[in-house]
Structure formats: C-alpha cells, structure tokens
C-alpha cells in the first residue's frame, strides 16, 4: 500500500520460508527498525537508511536454520516493492544519480536510473567469501532482486578494496545516497523526466 503525499510504502509477504514486514519512507530522517535473523543485513539496511535520509521498518523470519538465503532475497524483493510503490509516477523526480563512496581503503560506486527498465549490473570481487556468518553472494542476490522490484536500472562497482566488510559497507551507503539523490525532487522539472512522457 501506498501513500503518494509522504511517499511511502509498506508491504507483508508470507511465504513457507520467509515472513516479512516493511515500511519505507523516500522522505524520512534516517530512522530504522530492522529486526531481522541476519545481523550482517541488519546493519547494511541501518546504513542504507541512514545515508539515503529514509525510514525504514523491518520485521523478518526466516528459515536461517537452512541458510540466510531465502530471508536476504525476499528483503530484497520486499524493499524494491515499496520503492516502485512510493515512488509513484515519479513526476519532479531527478531520476539518475552516481555516487562514489569511500570506506577507509575500499571505493565503490553505485549508478541509479529509476527507469521503471529493471537491470543489473555488478562489479565486484571480495577477498573473502564471509563476513561473519553471511556470505558475500547474497549481496548479489539482495540488490539484483531490489532492482528487479523497485524497477530500476542499478549499476554496482567496487573499484578495490582488501577488507570484504569494508567494501560491502560502501556499496550499502553508496546506494542510499544514490537512490536518495535520484529519487528527489528537481523544481525544474516538469512532470515526468522523459521524452517519453512515462517511466
């Protein structure tokens, strides 16, 4: 469900293996909630969160006993959902936005067309195969399914980097800058920023 004035979005979806609830406000102040069985994707969504200046609201159980898969994956498609939904026919928005940022020795960049065109582009090869307990391809999984979602075209590159942490770190806070740039709202647009007149 939508809300068009605040731009924000909330969704349930419940599967055998997942049950989730999240709310996303574009328009927030940095302020989450992210109960999850992934402590490793509780703290990247609190930095995406934080760096992007949304609101944001997880409540997720899944079946870790198995593996963190199904629980990633579905956040993923959960939180792309509500970005579609809030952000509506995207009238004034500026639409694209790149954003490099740095996270001590590691760089990444994260390119943004809310195009309502899902694809994904992924650049990047970590040192280690866990942090932790998560293992670094649902990383992968995660954006690709949020792009899907959220219809957008996403570009991620880590440039380098030799601490795994580090580098993931940077995409998280690289893609809340970048979707909070590309999401906001230019005066000198009008309506839709399209020659088409539609995303």
Not at 24 to 44: C, Q, R, W, Y
Not at 80 to 104: C, E, H, N, W
Not at 124 to 145: D, I, M, N, R
Request: aromatic fraction near 8%; glycine fraction near 6%; include cysteine.
């Amino acid at each position: 469900m939508a809300d068009q004035i605040t731009r924000a979005a909330d969704v349930v979806r419940k599967t055998n293996e997942t049950d989730i609830k999240l709310a996303f406000a574009i328009d927030g102040s940095g302020v989450s909630k992210i109960e999850t069985d992934v402590p490793f994707l509780n703290h990247m969504l609190d930095l995406f969160t934080k760096h992007g200046q949304f609101d944001l609201n997880v409540e997720a159980l899944g079946d870790v006993d198995i593996d963190d898969h199904h629980t990633v994956e579905d956040i993923g498609i959960c939180l792309g959902q509500t970005i579609q939904a809030a952000l509506g026919d995207k009238r004034g928005i500026k639409r694209y936005a790149s954003v490099f940022v740095p996270m001590d020795e590691a760089l990444a960049q994260v390119v943004i067309d809310l195009s309502n065109r899902p694809h994904f582009e992924y650049r990047a090869q970590y040192p280690s195969a866990q942090v932790g307990s998560f293992q670094t391809e649902l990383v992968h999984e995660f954006l690709w399914k949020l792009a899907l979602e959220a219809r957008m075209t996403l570009h991620v590159i880590v440039h380098y980097g030799v601490n795994t942490h580090h580098m993931i770190e940077a995409v998280f806070k690289a893609l809340g800058r970048a979707l909070d740039e590309a999401s906001s709202i230019d005066p000198r647009v009008q309506g839709v920023p399209s020659t088409k007149g539609v995303l």
